[in-house]
């Protein structure tokens, strides 16, 4: 029997607003950060859970205070009864009766203990010796199901319809497994698209995503309609009609601005609109959905929790879901949000960038495909080139795929050297400033 | 040219679960505490603003850090300035560019907004030598408008729409300003109703209620349907059919759990029932609305900004408003919130109780009698006789009415004495456990 020994946090952020990298029309100049933890075991097997909250620079203390608060729930529980139950610990951290009123379930609070959730499916997946996409394409319908906390869920869906939902993906799983390993998982980049790019830039960051396989990019939109509309008809120009473009205003606009705006850029063929609001609008999502028709609405990277994610597919106010594997309580909440998404037949096509959000959450559109949807149909997770190097086993992409990961764990280890270097304020990088 | 020079944070706990008052559904043992702040300036008239958020125990540490936090956009602006445009220094707050993405405008990082946001406030009306609610009554419409930020509010609401409100309530405001000087605002207590106490406690504090002068009380519901039936009926028996009576589920249910209780304790007449399902449920209240009807929805005490409340009017899912003076970002989005609910024609039934809410929101009260509703019709604060003893200004009841608060400021300002001995972990309360 070994018990949790260690509980240690970093605020570790990069400094990345100089190169203007990650700017869009709300987030002007981003320090991508890590409010980033690990927890060790006195087990002599010395295996370490690693798991993070991203953010963008100020406020990364706020998020690293708020990990901190989890500690005692943590220190001192029995591995194995944690790790054998982990829907059991979910519900033990997000309905603490103290904790939950600095919520309830969104926010600071919220992402701290899908740090924490994160940590273990690493620790767990590292001593089971798989890659955490394989450890739950492993589980059994049963328990998967029982991961997942369906309070306010059950009237859109329910725990058996969950089943269902499960039962029915589990005849095709060792050859969606074998697809996975042999192809990898569609994805599209966001490289060439941020705001603070020229012209140039733009068109030669286009032409080298096509070069490199890539069949989606994505442009920010929602600072300046005149220089969308010229920078949306140059990328047009670049990829040609077969390669799809989808645009993010990264929440903008209100309703009224958001409809026109994306019809002037329809022409040029958009393949989805995404955060064209405030991501806890549903009713303004649903109604921008209806407006602009057949043009699709995406959003979810800033969605709180499955409660909203539940709401916008109740209301039709989606046509792409995208999950990020940092923004909620980490994987047994994706994991109810899977399946949300594959009661209403929505695909799901995650956020990633930042720090480490490719690394995570490829291993939950694996799962996904293996286990719950099993299809790749309009399906592609984000890709991002930013600060993979800081990784021990950093995303690998194969002609615009992502290479299904086999490394024991979550992907989510950082150097050891870069929590020094780029620890704030006191590493290298930022004490030297 | 005076400046801001100080920014003082205070961790302040009270033991409160030792009595189980404040004891829900979902809120077993809450220790109430506030995140609390004082701000100070350089002029010589030595006044100081005093803002707080309120949590009910762990977590209060990571509430203050995130308070911390926005010391740097505080610390050395000038006092005149900040002071003469309270709406542009609440956007600059919460459209931070970084900070932002620890929300967006909700959890923790919003909530510590809230209390610097309110500081400004109690140090603005202390220097006019006004209480607040005395304070925004006497502005203008064009200034009231000024202070509110109208982004992802204009498809409900839109800044023309506020003026109108306001100018049509110009009129009577000196006559409402003077009857709430002789009157007082309506209030209901909750205290009888906690779902810790015993039936006989239950029946001696309804009793006391009917005899202070109420006319409507609450009892905390939704963990044992037959003690909820034997509760109510109890209530009903000891208040008679002329007392209203709310019942409070504190978020326990899902939608379809919902509507079975509420229909159980329907015969019992209730006033309203509040918070059926989770705050962000938008569509679920509605749907619980509906299916209830004539029993009414009330919500809000845990309705992270005004985008929600927005749709929660958009979708007719409530009858009741409830604002929280520190939940969203302070004065300015509640100024908001106010607008939309007088739009809607929705009356605002504020939460309170908790540490100072009762304090803080009756000036929200009375200064949406004076200038925004102009009514008092099934209008009522919350009243809980918690922990007002700690306030330098107090509230004050009269014959179960709120009475209106004289003294200059936000009736924010706690006893020096009281930040010493309750301050965690090392106050003389705490540290001698």
Known sequence: MSRFTAFETYDVRFPTSAELDGS???NADPDYSAAYLVIRTD????????????????GNDV????????RERVLGLEVEAV?????????SLVHDSQLRWLGPEKGVMHMAIGAVVNAMWDLAAKRAGVPVWKL?????????VALVDFRYLEDALTPDEALEILRRAAPGKASREERMRAEGYPAYTTTPGWLGYSDEKLVRLCREAVADGFTQIKLKVGDSLTDDVRRMRLARETVGPAVRIAIDANQRWGVDQAVPWIEALAPYDVWWVEEPTSPDDVLGHATIARAIAPVRVATGEHVQNRIVFKQLLQAGALSFLQIDAARVAGVNENIAILLLAAKYGVPVCPHAGGVGLCELVQHLSMFDYVA???SLDDRVIEYVDHLHEHFLDPVRMRAGRYVAPEAPGFSAQMDRDTLDRFRFPDGKVWSSQ
């Open 63 to 70: 998020q690293t205070t708020a990990i901190e608060a989890l």
């Open 136 to 144: 739950l394409a492993d589980l059994t319908p049963e328990q998967i």
């Open 83 to 91: 790790l054998g139950d982990l829907g059991g610990f979910w519900r």
């Open 24 to 26: 869009d029309a709300m």
């Open 43 to 58: 087990d002599p097997d010395g295996l370490e859970g690693h798991g993070f909250a991203f953010t963008i620079g100020r």
């Open 372 to 374: 719950v949807s099993g």
